[in-house]
């Protein structure tokens, strides 16, 4: 495949090429999956021809393609490339590109840079969360000016970090897809940490996938992935060795965030997403301050003792598997397990793709020996129908489920705000900590959007906004958990994991 070749077009000139495309017979196909692509011609060779709705156009030709070839000439042709004002041709940069002082693309093949790092593994207070970012290698300099500079690990009022994370989120028009995946402290207390985000990298890998619309794609070699080395044990590594079996350039480094710029726009929207949860919890409290939430930090300490001293229990927002906090409960250091592999999660066909960065038609959970699609749970979160005995096995799959699947996408019938505001209570929701898939249309004056928006605003979950307005559709793309409720007609939809809510009792 010959490298990409991109040309800003004036409204005429792309008129004229959909015009020349369809003079040899071709389709001016739509792209579901991007509402950025005005259209795009594939030729039985599979030369890609993609115009943006800016008018951009995206040339890449196949090696050995004739009717490829023939396409590109008549475009050069049309369009006069020898001196017709207006145009303007570029293509990728060689590499290694640097931009000041990162590395954009090393391949010349390249037209995705994927950058993932974390923050939150060490305070004390507030979650983890991972973030990633998918870059188009037309968009570098766009996100270079917001995070080339960025000093991710030096300190930042929360406001500043969010306006950093606005800003990146700005840059979506630039056809930049960005992922921030928060890990709920209660899973984080259970489970050993490297291990664990061995299954939430893979999944924001999967995500960011998902949201450019190349869940389907078989061919990685126009993508270049590079993490954060935290540590990566057995599911990473083999997540790694199946995308490198498709073609991409993936690269596991320490520090990534201080070299490569989508691992750095992917640390700086990690620290806007703890940062306006922390802003939201500092503000939630009644027996702050509550200080940075490092361990270290004196006020973070006063107020630990407070709470300790109250006999209040402690909060979710808070690790209690730290030491501090098992000093002051008089507990022995926490044994963590390690999260099961996905095939231990999953049926097999689930859980190979899983890895492979897709979702299969049918998913399925593996929940003790059972095989299913849909799981039963009342607002508390408890499993519906099992014995004290039955609930630990199941409690595996459904801690893990945050971070196993795309995030949750709520039907009409759970949004009734008594039972949403028990799915999202802060303290006891079985949402909490989640990430809500909306989509593009929302209306800003029902009271469960508001609830849910003063809920995102307060940290105690991640409203991700979608392109997919229909509810089923948006949780099949995006390998999310339906949230349905248990007498819905639509409780078991084919193509999706279900989660079925009935009331407690």
Sequence with gaps: MSRPVSRSLSPQQASAIGALFTARGHALAKNPKNQYVAFEVRTPEKSIFTMYTSHKLVATVKD????????????????????????????????????????????????????????????????????????????IDAVSKIAARVDTKASRTASGWERLGRQLEEVRAEGVHLVALPVPNPVFDRYSKNALLDLVYVRAVGDLMASAGLTDADDWSDIEIVIDDYGGQATLRRAIETWRGRGAEVRLEHKADDNYIAARAGAVLARSHRAREMRGVAASVDDGPIGTGNAGHRETLNWLRRRHDSGRPWPPFLKASFKTVRALDDLEPVTKVKPPPPAKLLDAPTAAHFLAGRWPAQPRLRIGDVVARIVEIDTEGDVIGCDAGEIDPHAVTLDLLPVLTGGAVLTAGVLDLETLDALIDRESGFLSGWRILIGPDVDTNDAATIALARAHTAGVLTLTRTDIADPIERARRHAAMLVVQGDSADATPDGVLALEVHESL
């Design 64 to 139: 050995g393609d004739a009717e490829g070839t023939v396409l590109a000439a008549q475009i050069a042709e049309a369009l006069g490339e020898e001196g017709v004002p207006g145009v303007r041709v570029k293509t990728p940069p060689t590499s290694p590109t640097r931009i000041g002082g990162l590395i954009g693309a090393k391949r010349e093949t390249t037209r995705w840079l994927i950058g993932l790092d974390e923050t939150g593994t060490g305070e004390l207070i507030g979650t983890t969360v991972i973030g990633g970012s998918m870059i188009p290698v037309d968009a």
